[in-house]
């Protein structure tokens, strides 16, 4: 049976990890020991970029904004043909776009081998707590503001809702989502700490788990 | 002020003497009307989907001219829409008398609450498997909605009277609704009645 149409319940678990270090550091990480090329979508100042093999990589990046090799509005579909790069990588992005399944569904088709998608998780402890305390989110990026910014949040992104997101679309557009790394937050419990504490079966729920990393291969 | 009546009681009562056409954007089932029975308004229903009078989608400027209707009521219609700022005006722009909205105070205590228990808001701000259209896309909180009206009324010369509606559907609301807490934490939903000056 064709992986695009096999029930979301049947695709193996992915490999979930923790991680200490940023989301940059952890992708890069990811991608150490293969080559192509790579296309950074929602790229900003190319931090990414820098962290790469240039080498083993030709690094592209895409922004909504020009002074990027692409520029690419995710909220429509996107004028590039089929599996057009080797990876792509969207880190923090999907959250911003209105049409998060259409842009999900752009990106593993413009990909080749390896999509890779950092979503952050809203519904962390230390989120939670500045919530009910201060009524805001930590971040500014679900402000209603009296005038229209553009750079939101559009999606209120929940870990077990990122997940079944994840899982549900990975599945549909033919990628096998291979690996989940989970980075955690930091600002209340050490992450040295927060990954013992996890590893005690505690803390599993993504009470701690700032973003989610997910890896996706095409078969 | 702070009430217990709810949303469509206010309504109902501030355009009691009032005569003309009243239209209900985002209407639905037309719970409003219900509450019109005694009113000599003429009532009309608009919304995004078919079946009613008119179908105006917010995100767009409408097709009408200014100063169509007496009264424009807009009940928890606007944190549906991404162009909020626009979409307001534009309710103002085709207001006569008075243009009533509504949104929830989605930083009340009863959410946050929820919040840090489930880690989950309500079920509008779902991020599902699969598109779905009928979503809050803003997150609506006591002191910036009150901001953001209190802008936009300024730069379209209008007066303005806030309600704060301590009705909820939430399991702690009817306690939270009698504490001794200020209305950012105690209001469920904030009622706008927006009066458009003479001039």
């Known amino acids: 049976m064709a992986s695009s149409s096999r029930p979301v319940s049947d695709q193996p678990r992915p490999l979930k990890t923790y991680s200490r270090k940023d989301k940059y550091t952890i992708v890069a990480d990811l991608l150490r020991g293969k080559t192509g090329t790579l296309l950074d979508v929602g790229a900003r100042d190319r931090v990414l970029g820098r962290l790469l093999d240039p080498h083993a990589f030709t690094y592209y990046s895409a922004d909504l904004s020009p002074g990027h090799d692409y520029q690419l509005n995710l909220e429509e579909k996107l004028p590039l043909p089929d599996h057009s790069f080797d990876f792509v990588v969207a880190l923090d992005v999907l959250e911003h776009v209105e049409h998060i399944h259409l842009a999900f569904q752009e990106l593993a088709r413009i990909t080749r081998k390896c999509l890779i998608i950092v979503l952050p998780n809203i519904a962390t402890l230390p989120r939670r707590w500045s919530f009910l305390w201060r009524g805001n989110l930590g971040t500014g990026k679900y402000d209603l503001l009296t005038e229209h910014q553009g750079d939101r949040h559009r999606w209120l992104t929940v870990y077990p809702e990122i997940n079944a997101f994840v899982n549900a679309n990975s599945a549909q557009a033919g990628l096998n989502l291979d690996r989940v790394v989970e980075e955690l937050e930091s600002s209340i419990i050490p992450r040295r700490i927060a990954i013992r504490l996890i590893s005690f079966g505690l803390f599993r729920n993504g009470l701690l788990t700032g973003r989610c990393i997910y890896v996706m291969t095409r078969k | ?199």
């Open chain 2, 1 to 199: 002020m702070f009430t217990w009546a709810s949303k469509y009681q206010i309504v109902a009562e501030c355009i009691a003497n009032m005569s003309g056409i009243l239209v209900d954007v985002g209407a639905r089932d037309r719970v409003l009307r219900q509450h019109l029975q005694a009113s000599k308004l003429q009532y009309l229903s608009s919304d995004i989907v078919p079946g009613h009078d008119f179908r105006w989608d917010l995100e767009k400027p409408l097709d009408v001219p200014d100063n169509s209707f007496e009264v424009v009521v807009a009940l928890d219609v606007l944190e549906h829409i991404e162009r909020i700022h626009d979409a307001f005006r534009e309710l103002i722009r085709i207001t006569k008398e008075k243009l009533f909205v509504s949104f929830p105070n989605m930083t009340c205590l009863s959410f946050r609450l929820h919040f840090f228990r489930y880690g989950q808001l309500s079920g509008k701000y779902t991020l599902p498997t699969v598109p779905q259209d009928d979503r809050h896309r803003w997150l609506t909180s006591y002191p910036q909605v009150c901001t953001f009206v209190q802008h936009v009324v300024q730069t379209a010369r209008c007066d303005v009277q806030r309600y704060d509606i301590l009705q909820g559907y939430s399991r702690w609301q009817p306690l939270i609704s009698y504490l001794p807490l200020p209305a950012a934490l105690r209001t469920y939903t904030i009622l706008f009645e927006i009066t458009k000056s003479a001039a």
